[in-house]
């Protein structure tokens, strides 16, 4: 089976807390022997630049201001700029940047063959490593997918949306090339309104986490900006992400299901659904 990838955290970028830079404490400063000179005139106050540097300190870790292509949703009308900005990237076959309820992903056309090869490049990935596909609806697995078996369909009912992804095979119909796939598709409806709400008008986006091969997912947008930067041409603003766990993958596509890697959803909660139908799953992570 061709690992699955997903925009959690990849097989090949782990899951594991970023090191925080350890930070030498600063020297003590001596008092001085005499009373300052008090200044004849008032002090200009620094700039906005020189006053971060000095809240910061020389051994403080900087935070990156964002870039132009960090839109922000704070407000209705920013999220209306920001989703449209989207949208009009991902059909012009651009790659953007978007939050979910697990990590930030960097998504494309699924059904744009070069904007997925694009996608790949951006992660410093060849094709044995497809990225799944996030859909706004439990309704559009059906289009996608050959066969759901109805050990999968309660799945999703339980948890979907959420950190659930499902190996299933895809339609053979499908003209799309996510890489080496083996005639299957990896499907994720994400709890997250704002994501949900650009693929309703994107369709179906191919997606993995924003992060480069090896590094730590992003959980905001500007982790997002520094790591992928140029290779994407839009991110939106959808605050830390919430999760921060990835997704729990199944291989739906045989007689019982088989789970390739444990995220958010334990093996137990999940089998706890399908228990009462007869069915269980069997650990292959």
Same mark, same amino acid.
């Given at each position: 089976? @061709? ?114 090869? =694009? ?7 060849? %094709? ?33 949306? =959420? ?24 499907? %994720? ?12 008008? @994107? ?11 090896? %590094? ?41 299901? %088989? ?27």
């Amino acid at each position: 089976m @061709t690992p699955v990838t997903d925009p959690d955290v990849p097989q090949d970028d782990p899951a594991t807390d970023p090191v925080i830079p350890t930070v030498s404490p600063a020297e003590p400063v001596e008092e001085p022997a005499t009373e300052p000179i008090e200044p004849t005139t008032s002090p200009v106050a620094p700039t906005t630049p020189d006053l971060v540097k000095a809240q910061q300190g020389p051994d403080m870790v900087k935070t990156p201001a964002p870039s132009a292509r960090v839109r922000s949703t704070a407000t209705d009308e920013e999220r209306e700029e920001a989703v449209s900005a989207a949208t009009v990237a991902i059909r012009s076959g651009a790659l953007v940047v978007l939050p979910t309820d697990t990590v930030y992903g960097v998504g494309a056309d699924a059904f744009d063959p070069a904007a997925v090869r =694009g996608l790949l490049q951006a992660k410093g990935r060849g %094709r044995d490593m497809p990225p799944p596909v996030l859909i706004s609806s439990a309704v559009t697995a059906d289009a996608l997918a050959r066969t759901i078996p109805g050990y999968a369909r309660a799945l999703m009912d339980a948890f979907w949306p =959420g950190p659930l992804t499902l190996v299933l095979q895809q339609q053979t119909s499908l003209q799309w090339d996510l890489g080496d796939t083996r005639g299957t598709v990896a499907l %994720r409806m994400p709890d997250h309104a704002l994501a949900r709400e650009i693929l309703e008008r @994107t369709g179906p986006l191919a997606v993995s986490s924003a992060n480069l091969t090896g %590094r730590p997912a992003a959980v905001t947008a500007v982790e997002a900006d520094v790591m992928l930067g140029d290779a994407v041409e839009v991110i939106v603003d959808g605050g830390t992400s919430p999760g921060g766990q990835a997704s729990t993958i199944v291989d739906v596509t045989g007689d019982q299901g %088989r789970v390739l890697r444990v995220g958010a959803l334990s093996i137990a909660r999940l089998n706890e659904v399908l228990e009462p139908l007869g069915a269980t799953l069997v650990d292959k992570g």
